[in-house]
């Protein structure tokens, strides 16, 4: 049985999949993802909601992470292991959204399992990170609407005493 609570969380996530911003690394290269990755972002956090309704848990996208890597690279210099994640992930969504081609001999095809539980700790940061701006901004607006509805039933209310 579906409660009322798993509902709203259910359409919290969807809208959130069409409204959550991109995480980029500070620094001013946030603008700078091409529209073709931001389009896969979205598809990509909806296919992830499909794999919630199945039981996964819900967790940042390959294309979020690649946004956040490849702002994170602009940035600053990235050591191998995280030059080996971002190339096995840039690699991987470039191929499933049939863009760029990377070069064969910087393709990566598989990491270990440390690099794949480093790219699981990113990923699930992202969508904490989203997760909890979304939370604060839904937040911020039923204040906004207390608020509004406090002071429109103020208005509405005859004053008794005036002293």
């Known amino acids: 049985m579906t409660t009322e609570k798993q509902v709203d969380k259910g359409i919290s996530e969807i809208v959130g999949a069409l409204t959550d911003p991109i995480i980029v690394f500070p620094g001013g290269w946030g603008d700078t993802l091409p529209e073709w990755l931001k389009n896969s972002i979205t598809l990509e956090r909806l296919v992830m909601n499909m794999k919630a309704l199945r039981g996964e848990e819900m967790t940042g996208t390959d294309a979020e992470a690649v946004a956040y890597l490849m ?3 602009l940035t600053q ?20 959204w049939k863009k760029v081609e990377l070069p ?3 393709v990566v095809d598989k990491l270990d399992n440390y690099k794949e539980q480093e790219l699981a700790r990113l990923k699930a940061w992202i969508y904490q990170t989203r997760t909890k701006y979304r939370q604060e901004r839904d937040r911020v607006e039923r204040r906004e609407k207390r608020e ?5 039933q103020k208005l509405l209310q005859p004053t008794l005493f005036e002293f």
């Open 104 to 106: 064969s001999d910087i």
């Open 77 to 96: 210099p990235i050591d191998s292991d995280w030059t080996q994640i971002y190339l096995y992930l840039a690699g991987k969504v470039c191929r499933q």
């Open 148 to 152: 509004e509805e406090a002071a429109r």
């Open 71 to 73: 702002t994170l690279s």
